[in-house]
């Protein structure tokens, strides 16, 4: 029904940046959000950032609060996360979300779709 694929991630040192992108292609809604969320290695997934696609408001978890920017291109139904001042805890495969509704939550669970995801490493 919805497809999502991620891209940009890579390995870089910590301070760099990176830009990852979700394209997102089938069927479409009259009011959805997309989330980004990241798992490290061991560790359970967690929120990052989330846009709602109709207006525009976002939100961050704390750890990436002025660091990330998340933001979406409507003609190219793309969602990016522009990542800077990266850091080794921002490691982890970074996985892009759809939910079906208004509000962007920090909820995974809330989601209805999700890409396959995009490794990021960062090195000390």
């Known amino acids: 029904q919805v497809q999502l694929v991620e891209s940009g991630g890579g390995l870089v040192q910590a301070g760099d940046s990176l830009r990852l992108s979700c394209a997102a292609s089938?069927?479409?809604?009259?009011?959805?959000?997309m989330g980004w969320f990241r798992q490290a290695p061991g560790k359970e997934r967690e929120f990052v950032a989330a846009?709602?696609?109709?207006?525009?408001?976002?939100i961050y978890a704390n750890s990436v609060k002025g660091r990330f920017t998340i933001s979406r291109d409507n003609a190219k139904n793309t969602v990016h996360l522009q990542m800077n001042s990266l850091k080794p805890e921002d490691t982890g495969v970074y996985y892009c979300a759809v939910r079906a509704g208004f509000a962007p939550v920090v909820d995974g669970s809330r989601y209805d779709y999700w890409g396959q995801g995009t490794q990021v490493t960062v090195s000390s």
């Open positions: 089938g069927r479409t809604f009259t009011s959805y959000a």
């Open positions: 846009i709602s696609w109709k207006i525009g408001n976002t």
